[in-house]
């Protein structure tokens, strides 16, 4: 404080009294604010954190309660498969029996204590335990009601009903395959097997956990509160309000009405089930480090103010002094001036001047007196050109006023500055330099000369250039790499939150580029990702960053979309259909026999709790399921692709052991002449999973493939139905029909695949004239030669070819001629609307016409109506597979009634 009044040694006396007085008070209010600030945004911390810790409790305990309804609504659904089968048997005895399988599936789960048939007027045809049947029905009574109001909903999950013991109900509505309501399945639940795992869960002292139903009556607490049951209505009417509206029920902060402690909570609701989850956090305890900071930051101003007061006293002492002593001060002056001046010249004279690095000496004016060698050579300036000039001759003019100024505050209060400068040369190039600037003063603190040494970076700039273009961008498209992309993605989440803005994520991957790489050789590959880069640059706004992902994906981020989540989602849905449609155009060219697209998946972010990784699993995700469903085309993420991320995995779990399980089944459907005879049939695949039941190929098909088990199951299913061709062998009847049987592509390119083929029917004893082999275009997408020669080591063995899904895919009439096939089969999804469409007539007619010309037969899947039938007749068709002819069926004797073929 002193040396800041220091300067104004010529003042009256009063004059710098009354500013130091100033200055102390304006130091006391400055600081007082600023501890006042501290304050206020520790509090808001200590609040915002309690609050995300309250909802990660409250989030993970919903996870564990959806879990438990989740068991709830598998126990229904393959209950309500039994209760269907037994209702459309029609016989008393498969009722009769169906309460013992009820029963021993109550025992599956701890949350589900009975299960009960009702009809659909609610009357009830089984049940797994009939005491108390009637009360439980008559509680249940709204809930149908409920339900039935609403004739498209399958499932309804009641609030609590009663509370001795407290439970709810799970119903399910059961539908025959045309649709119809044949009843309803209904499952007690246990609400004390919540309230018991809400007991196991840790937590901090003074936090609390509660689950409640949608109209706040209690299920389940913990800690426990003497006289708070299940079943107790609890009066929290600010959660009640934030429900009504709609609102965040983070952050609600209210005296809890079971046993008064005031606390700050956060509640999630439980998705499929009228009920929420409510943490809480006791207020003393969370404010408790604030009211510590409050009490330390007042004691240390309480101090300041006392040490400032001391100060002050002592300097105004010491402003008298001063005064008397500036005399005697003056007198002296002029004799040490003299004396100083000479030992400037010695001081200067001492310093090693010829340097490696350049050198110049200015007065106190800033007028430049002398330069060496090493500065002549790196600016272009002799000495004599500079001397007597002042440095700003050489400035480059990148740097402004408020640079140099605060360089000069800097010498002035530390007594040198450095840093990198960018100057001109001689020759007017602008280059950067390393500047050293130091002060010389003499004994009483003034300035006498300044010496300025400086180095040229150039080179290293160059260096650190060439450095950060390898570590930030991709060498063969130049487009920023992987790690720079990350790094600003995570300063375009800052700026989102700060700005209230939306921003995208968009990740591209191409379509069948392995194939395009494999077909046409890797420098055309590299090629087209150069020609794509290029392309998709000139689409975008500056502010964008397009980057290269890696292989054959690429990343875009986009910002500044707005604050309106459906403007943001249009404008990023706009930019990529011109992305897709700029692949599709670029990857054209001269090879459009080989199409190539795009499937984009988009992450769309707004100032929610999301971290770079997190944007970039979802918009991984929402990329994988566009090519899931086709590739060229682009999906948004939505927190249900998690779901079914998770789903998938316990499906491949499952998927693991269902062959050792023997869980998966082999059903068969015929395939008849133009009489209407069975001249064949196609083995089709099923899963009988324990708790799902009945799994569609289309789900588990593409994870056996994924997950490599789709060898063994192929294998499997090669084995049951060459055993079923030899069982008929010696039947006069069926011993000439085929089985057709479905080979994914990853199992046909198995090194040992023809081995396998050939070591099944050596064992078996099947005629391999009968099995035929149904492969897809897809196959010849990847190694068609060796797709070739497969096929004809099998035809060699007498095994028939039949192509599955003509037309549907990459279809080349090349492989029609080179390839051993036996059979098209027209897809189901031309025969479907060939009344209707003239296209699709026209597909399968050219279609019928060119298998006649190849000498090859024709199968029409998907045959549903007589018309449909009538018209392939007349167009020359003389095979036909549908609903119309039979549905697939398993096979248990092998004797079963066969369209067409006595029994």
Request: proline share 4%.
């Amino acid at each position: 404080m002193s040396s800041s009044l220091a300067s104004s040694d010529d003042a009256p006396l009063r004059v710098l009294r009354r500013r130091a007085l100033l200055l102390y008070l304006a130091v006391l209010a400055v600081t007082a604010l600023a501890m006042g600030w501290s304050l206020a945004e520790r509090r808001q911390q200590l609040i915002s954190a309690e609050t995300r810790h309250a909802a990660a409790a409250a989030e993970m305990v919903r996870e564990w309660a959806e879990a438990s309804f989740y068991q709830s609504r598998m126990v229904l659904s393959g209950t309500g498969q039994l209760a269907l089968e037994a209702l459309s048997g029609g016989s008393p005895a498969a009722l009769e029996a169906l309460p013992e399988k009820l029963a021993r599936r109550v025992g599956f789960t701890q949350v589900v204590s009975r299960l009960v048939l009702l009809s659909p007027r609610g009357e009830p045809l089984a049940a797994s335990r009939k005491q108390g049947l009637a009360e439980l029905l008559a509680q249940a009574g709204p809930s149908l009601a409920a339900m039935r109001s609403t004739p498209r909903r399958l499932h309804h999950v009641s609030g609590v009903l009663g509370d001795r013991p407290p439970r709810a109900v799970h119903l399910r509505r059961l539908l025959d395959p045309t649709g119809q309501e044949r009843g309803v399945m209904l499952a007690e639940l246990d609400l004390r097997y919540l309230d018991a795992g809400l007991a196991r869960e840790t937590f901090p002292l003074g936090d609390s956990l509660a689950l409640l139903d949608d109209s706040l009556t209690l299920v389940g607490r913990f800690p426990r509160v003497a006289g708070a049951s299940a079943g107790l209505p609890v009066d929290a009417e600010q959660l009640r309000e934030a429900l009504a509206r709609e609102e965040s029920l983070d952050g609600l902060t209210f005296a809890s009405p079971l046993d008064g402690t005031s606390r700050l909570f956060s509640a999630r609701r439980l998705e499929g089930a009228p009920y929420l989850v409510v943490a809480g956090r006791d207020l003393r305890q969370v404010l408790a480090p604030w009211w510590q900071q409050l009490a330390m930051l007042a004691a240390g101003w309480g101090f300041l103010a006392l040490v400032g007061f001391v100060a002050l006293r002592r300097h105004l002492s010491l402003l008298a002094t001063k005064r008397r002593l500036r005399e005697e001060a003056s007198r002296r002056a002029a004799a040490q001036r003299r004396l100083e001046e000479s030992a400037a010249e010695l001081k200067i004279a001492a310093m090693a001047f010829d340097t490696h690095l350049g050198m110049f000496i200015t007065d106190a004016q800033g007028r430049v007196l002398r330069a060496n060698r090493t500065f002549s050579h790196i600016t272009g300036f002799t000495a004599a050109e500079v001397v007597g000039q002042n440095p700003r001759m050489w400035a480059s003019g990148r740097h402004d006023a408020a640079f140099y100024r605060e360089m000069w505050q800097t010498i002035a209060a530390e007594g040198s500055w450095q840093g990198e400068v960018w100057n001109r040369r001689k020759s007017g190039e602008v280059y950067p330099q390393w500047l050293t600037i130091s002060a010389i003063h003499d004994d009483h603190g003034g300035v006498l000369h300044y010496v300025a040494t400086l180095t040229d970076l150039s080179a290293t700039k160059a260096a650190e250039s060439t450095i950060q273009r390898l570590a930030f961008y991709d060498p063969l498209t130049g487009l920023p790499n992987r790690r720079l992309l990350i790094d600003r993605l995570g300063e375009v989440i800052k700026h989102t939150r700060r700005r209230d803005h939306y921003a995208a994520l968009l990740l591209m991957g191409l379509d069948n580029f392995k194939a395009y790489n494999s077909t046409l050789g890797h420098a055309r590959g590299d090629t087209l990702l150069r020609h794509l880069a290029e392309g998709l640059r000139g689409r975008l706004r500056e502010s964008d960053t397009l980057a290269r992902w890696g292989g054959d994906q690429f990343a875009l981020l986009v910002q500044d979309l707005g604050d309106a989540s459906a403007h943001a989602a249009r404008s990023v849905e706009r930019l990529g259909d011109k992305l897709l449609h700029e692949v599709a155009r670029l990857a054209g060219g001269d090879d459009d026999t080989l199409p190539l697209s795009a499937s984009i998946g988009i992450a769309l972010f707004h100032d929610d709790e999301l971290d770079a990784a997190e944007a970039i699993q979802q918009a991984e995700l929402a990329m994988y399921e566009a090519k899931r469903e086709g590739g060229a085309a682009l999906r948004f993420f939505d927190r249900a692709m998690q779901t079914q991320v998770i789903e998938r995995a316990h499906l491949e779990a499952d998927l693991e052991r269902a062959l050792d399980a023997d869980q998966l089944r082999l059903f068969y459907q015929p395939q008849v002449d133009a009489a209407g005879v069975t001249v064949g049939l196609e083995a089709l695949l099923r899963w009988e999973h324990p708790v799902r039941g009945m799994v569609s190929p289309g789900v588990f098909i593409p994870l056996a493939e994924e997950g490599g088990r789709i060898v063994a199951i192929g294998n499997w299913v090669l084995e049951q139905a060459c055993h079923q061709l030899a069982h008929w062998a010696d039947q006069p009847v069926r011993c000439e029909l085929t089985i057709s049987v479905n080979v994914s592509p990853v199992q046909f390119r198995e090194a040992g695949f023809v081995d396998g083929v050939r070591q099944i029917l050596a064992a078996t004893g099947a005629d391999p004239r009968r099995l035929v082999l149904e492969v897809t275009e897809s196959l010849f997408l990847q190694d068609p030669e060796l797709a070739r020669e497969t096929m004809l080591a099998l035809s060699a063995l007498g095994v028939r070819f039949a192509l599955d899904d003509f037309g549907t895919g990459y279809s080349s009439l090349s492989y029609l001629k080179r390839l051993p096939l036996d059979e098209l089969k027209i897809d189901q999804s031309f025969v479907r609307d060939l009344l209707a469409s003239p296209a699709d007539a026209a597909i399968v007619e050219t279609i019928i016409a060119l298998a006649d010309r190849l000498s090859l037969s024709v199968t029409a899947e998907g045959v549903e109506t007589e018309a449909q039938a009538s018209w392939l007749r007349d167009h020359g068709c003389r095979h036909f597979q549908g609903y119309l002819f039979a549905r697939p069926a398993p096979l248990v004797s092998g004797k079963e009634p066969l369209p067409g073929l006595p029994s």
